[in-house]
């Protein structure tokens, strides 16, 4: 079965600073990986996603995120965070391609301080 | 910009009662998924449809919770009878056909608070 850990419960971050969330993996064969973003009360908004080809991927507002294969993570970062960037992430795993069920972390809040 | 249309946004209920959730997908998204997301969790798939077929039920409650999608566009997701622990997010999405691994987007949600 696949799985996803988000290590971390809550990251802070200052205005400015790049920021980085953290995700590990654990999936048989290749991975298809995604990050999503939640807002207070909304449902979940797409930031990107890793299917095959160049390591990092370049997503929505200024996110990208780095697959590493030997260390099955899926990192989300960004270069100069934003306080409108604050919300819960989540970071999924699907085992297959195609239109196949996410399984997600239990989501990581960032802060980020002005 | 298309967008997961659901219904309601909120429902309070007793226990014992029925409710039932409503979502639209994005249009000619042939795939659809509910998805309950507890407080503090990450979303857990309840349904698969692939236009009107179930695909994966497997994790849905099937003694107490059902799902339809009679025209392979909308979907009810129905709870009969609900009780103290079916408090939670339930999330709608759909995908397209896209090769080889489409986005899954997701709809506002309804937030069920079991009473």
């Known amino acids: 079965a696949q799985s996803v850990a988000q290590p971390e419960d809550q990251v802070n971050v200052a205005e400015g600073n790049p920021l980085t969330v953290k995700c590990t993996y654990s999936v048989s064969g290749n991975p298809y990986l995604f990050w999503y973003v939640q807002y207070p009360n909304r449902g979940l908004q797409f930031l990107l996603k890793?299917?095959?080809?160049?390591?990092l991927v370049k997503g929505s507002y200024g996110f990208e995120a780095e697959f590493n294969k030997s260390q099955t993570s899926f990192h989300l970062k960004k270069p100069s965070a934003l306080v409108s960037d604050s919300a819960l992430y989540f970071c999924a795993v699907s085992r297959y391609s195609g239109n196949t069920p996410l399984v997600f972390g239990k989501g990581t809040r960032l802060s980020v301080i002005a | 910009e298309a967008e997961v249309a659901q219904s309601p946004r909120y429902k309070i209920t007793e226990k014992s009662q029925a409710v039932a959730f409503w979502c639209d997908p994005i249009s000619g998204h042939a795939t659809l998924y509910w998805y309950r997301q507890i407080l503090g969790q990450g979303p857990e798939l309840l349904v698969q449809f692939q236009d009107e077929s179930v695909v994966d039920d497997s994790q849905l409650p099937k003694d107490r919770f059902s799902a339809e999608r009679l025209k392979g566009v909308d979907s009810t997701l129905k709870i009969q009878p609900a009780e103290l622990g079916d408090s939670a997010m339930y999330l709608c999405?759909?995908?397209?056909?896209?090769?080889?691994?489409?986005?899954?987007?997701f709809g506002p949600g309804t937030r069920l608070t079991v009473l």
């Open positions: 999405a759909s995908s397209s056909r896209d090769f080889p691994t489409p986005a899954q987007f």
């Open positions: 890793y299917i095959t080809g160049d390591n």
